[in-house]
C-alpha cells in the first residue's frame, strides 16, 4: 500500500444542540450537529419545530398578487373559438 494516501482516522466527539454527545472515529475532528437520533421527530415520535418559521407566509404573499394577475390575462387574451365550417351560430 502507499504510504500517506489515506487520512488519519481519529477519535471524535460528534454534539448535537440537544446535549447528546457521540463518541466515534472520524477524519474529523469536533462534529456539531443540529438534529440526532436522540431528538430527531422519525426515531422519536414527537413534532420538533426547525427554525423555518415564516418560509410558507413569506412564499404566499409573494406570489398572492401574481395568481390573480395570470389568471386575468389569461381570460382577456384568450383568443375567441371559432365555429367549425358547416355550424351555424347565433
Given at each position: 500500500?502507499?504510504?500517506?494516501?489515506?487520512?488519519?482516522?481519529?477519535?471524535?466527539?460528534?454534539?448535537?444542540?440537544?446535549?447528546?454527545?457521540?463518541?466515534?472515529?472520524?477524519?474529523?475532528?469536533?462534529?456539531?450537529?443540529?438534529?440526532?437520533?436522540?431528538?430527531?421527530?422519525?426515531?422519536?415520535?414527537?413534532?420538533?419545530?426547525?427554525?423555518?418559521?415564516?418560509?410558507?407566509?413569506?412564499?404566499t404573499k409573494r406570489y398572492a398578487?401574481?395568481?390573480?394577475?395570470?389568471?386575468?390575462?389569461?381570460?382577456?387574451?384568450?383568443?375567441?373559438?371559432?365555429?367549425?365550417?358547416?355550424?351555424?351560430?347565433?
Open positions: 500500500m502507499k504510504e500517506k494516501t489515506h487520512p488519519e482516522y481519529k477519535e471524535t466527539t460528534i454534539s448535537c444542540v440537544c446535549g447528546e454527545t457521540i463518541h466515534t472515529r472520524s477524519t474529523r475532528q469536533g462534529i456539531h450537529v443540529d438534529i440526532c437520533s436522540k431528538c430527531h421527530p422519525f426515531f422519536t415520535g414527537k413534532q420538533k419545530l426547525v427554525d423555518s418559521a415564516g418560509r410558507v407566509e413569506k412564499f398578487g401574481k395568481k390573480k394577475a395570470v389568471k386575468e390575462e389569461s381570460v382577456e387574451e384568450a383568443p375567441k373559438a371559432e365555429a367549425p365550417e358547416g355550424e351555424k351560430t347565433e
